[in-house]
């Protein structure tokens, strides 16, 4: 068990992971500030209208979910590749199984990549809790429109809101978990940690435009993890997603590591 | 501990034999070096010896125990493999200090003392980033005779070092020998090689093509 220590402690304790929260806050901060700008004082506004998640009115959503992604992988995703690199592992490895090593660098991305998601989610939806009240949502608006179509959790959205948002942020930092495991896949063909880091980034981007197609029952990764649903997203699309975005970069992981025999 | 043993050791890479056949026995409280000319395959033998070398072949026995069978990796190793590699961000002795909790057993006082045997000094607020080629390499040191363990070994040591350090090295191994420790070095310096092995392997395509007791 010692090795799940040290590498968690290397994941949370180091720059990038401060990093990458103080980015994902800071755009949630924007979005907050320009909220209290347009809206302070008309009341109209409710809790669920103005959360990073949910809030449609500005950019900071779309910005957020297109960056979802290097949020996650930035804290420690590109550790598996300097590690291999570097010749670090070799410390490891003669002081521990490389399954257990393999099996807690992987617990250890997803925690990290986990956490930098959900950390700006929840510093956002604790500030616009504080300053907007939460009434349910106005059923005239676009938004409640956009998710009632929706197969995911439209009940939970109109009679529970701040529900809905725990669930969403719940289901975007195990996406973002498990977007570090696909990084870790990537550092087996990488050439370099910025090539680690981006190729997650640059498969979610791909996805997301080539299954948007016509915009209802999208299996666009992208259009899944954001809580607006601007696009119709059917439960099980996304228990298929989550399962394949799990079980693949696991897999290939574990026979990748079956046949490293030299480090 | 009772040694260890390596039988028929093989090993191919893409069609080509790094390893064939490699027989040895090394027995605790003495120097065994390993020389060869680049590529000759001492490094895959001393990968081997501490598990970061699966073979194909044969087995390596390590006190009673074979490796990747009975253990996934020795019980007490230390080991210097090509060049050392540290966390940039982190100072030489919290580099240290990190890896011995991996181990247990390993005390600061042990951490300190694995420093200054090197010639390292263990309060020095450096990060790695900014050690020089041979504070690395002492770091590497440090970091395989930490908590002195049963088994090291050691690829060229003593690269990047200066005379001094080089000498207060020697000094080191050899009072490990004295302990009771089976001590695996690899070095292209044959005066040096001869001075601390107590056996010298020649390495040959892969194989050991000779065994020489120093001083017979």
Known sequence: MKIYGFEMGRAFRNAWFVASVAMGTAIGIADCMLCVRQYRNIGEKALIQTWLGTDYQFAYNSLFYVLLPLIACLPYAGSCFTDMKSGYERNICVKTSRLSYMAAKAVSVAASGAASVAIPLLVNLFVCAGLYPNKLPDKLSFLYAGIIDCDMFPRLFALHPVGYCLVFTLLDAVFGGLLGLVAMCVARWSGSRFSTIMGPFALYVFTGVIFEGDGTGTWSAMDMVNPLQNVVVYRYQMVTMYVGVCIIPLLLIYMWHRRRDIL | ???????????????????????????????????????????????????????????????????????????????????????????????????????????????????????????????????????????????????????IILDEPINALDEQTVENIKTELLKLRDAGKVIVIACHDRDELEFLSDIIYEIKDGTVAGCEVVGE
Not at chain 2, 15 to 39: A, C, F, K, Q, S
Not at chain 2, 76 to 99: A, C, D, H, K
Request: charged content about 25%; proline content about 5%; hydrophobic content about 35%.
């Open chain 2, 1 to 151: 501990m009772s040694g260890i043993t390596v039988e028929g050791l093989g090993k191919k890479i893409k069609g080509t034999v790094i390893l064939h056949d490699v027989n040895m026995t090394l027995e605790p409280g003495r120097i065994y070096g390993l020389r060869g000319r680049n590529g000759c395959g001492k490094t895959m033998i001393m990968r081997s010896l501490c598990g970061l070398l699966i073979p194909d072949k044969g087995t390596v026995t390590i006190d009673g125990e074979v490796l990747h069978r009975d253990i996934k990796f020795p019980r007490s190793v230390g080991v210097l493999i090509e060049n050392p590699s540290f966390l940039p961000q982190y100072t030489g002795y919290r580099n240290l200090r990190m890896l011995a909790r991996l181990t247990g057993g390993i005390s600061d006082s042990d951490i300190r003392t694995a420093l200054m045997r090197t010639g390292l000094d263990p309060d020095d607020s450096r990060t790695y980033r900014k050690y020089s080629l041979g504070m690395k390499q002492k770091l590497g040191i440090a970091n395989a005779i930490m908590g002195e363990p049963d088994v």
